[in-house]
């Protein structure tokens, strides 16, 4: 159980265009989902924290208007990144929090986001 | 920043136990201490956490020390397939996991 995808799992794109990553929690419903971001060789770098019903919380740091996440459902979020640039290629992780006696995080086998 | 801290690698014979080290000095009385892992361009996979208590589930096991200071994952017979980076993260309920370096965890035949 606790399964999360993501989908698209890469994508490369044009400079200046917006790319759509979606986060689904498959058989659980999930109050909560993080964004992430991982450099090669680097950390996960939590991004923002998404509740369902309200708007993200994002990270010192983080672009809200650059990085615009929704979190439409109890199952869906989305994290849509605007006028991409090179820079923003990386590694894009999302996760689902499961409330209750084992309060935990599923993770998505994350967006590899290249933009050319 | 990171509340923890772990050596940022580690050799393990194939079968043998693995011995993760983590140091959480700073953990507050409601932090967790969470165990995670991150194969190689995947997403990070849960493998258990505890408060207090030792805890056991299918993958491994987490000795927390009395005074919640440290903590040990173990790994009771490794495989090629543990190889790895393994994070340990406290965190509260409030669920945000601030990331370190993690130990990469290498499994040798």
């Known amino acids: 159980g606790a399964v999360v995808s993501q989908h698209p799992s890469r994508v490369i794109c044009k400079s200046g265009t917006s790319v759509k990553i979606e986060c689904r929690s498959l058989d659980f419903q999930a109050t909560t989902m993080f964004w992430y971001r991982q450099f090669p060789k680097k950390s996960l770098m939590l991004m923002a924290t998404s509740n369902e019903g309200s708007k993200a919380t994002y990270e010192q740091g983080v672009e809200k208007d650059k990085f615009l996440i929704n979190h439409a459902s109890l199952t869906l979020s989305t994290l849509t990144v605007t006028s991409a640039h090179p820079e923003d290629s990386s590694f894009y992780i999302c996760?689902?929090?499961?409330?209750?006696?084992?309060?935990?995080?599923?993770f998505g086998p994350g967006t590899r986001l290249l933009v050319l | 920043d990171a509340k923890t801290t772990q050596p940022p690698s580690m050799d393990c014979a194939e079968g043998r136990a693995a011995n993760l080290p983590c140091n959480h000095s700073?953990?507050?009385?409601?932090?967790?201490v969470y165990w995670y892992r991150q194969i190689h361009s995947q997403g990070p996979q849960y493998i258990i956490h505890g408060l207090k208590n030792n805890e056991t589930n299918e993958m491994a096991s987490l000795i927390i020390t009395e005074d919640r200071k440290s903590s040990t994952l173990i790994l009771p017979h490794a495989t090629l397939r543990d190889t790895a980076v393994y994070y340990c993260i406290v965190a509260d309920s409030n669920y945000q996991l601030i990331w370190g370096a993690g130990t990469k965890l290498i499994i040798k035949p």
């Open positions: 996760s689902a929090g499961v409330t209750g006696p084992k309060e935990t995080q599923y």
């Open positions: 700073t953990i507050s009385g409601n932090e967790y």
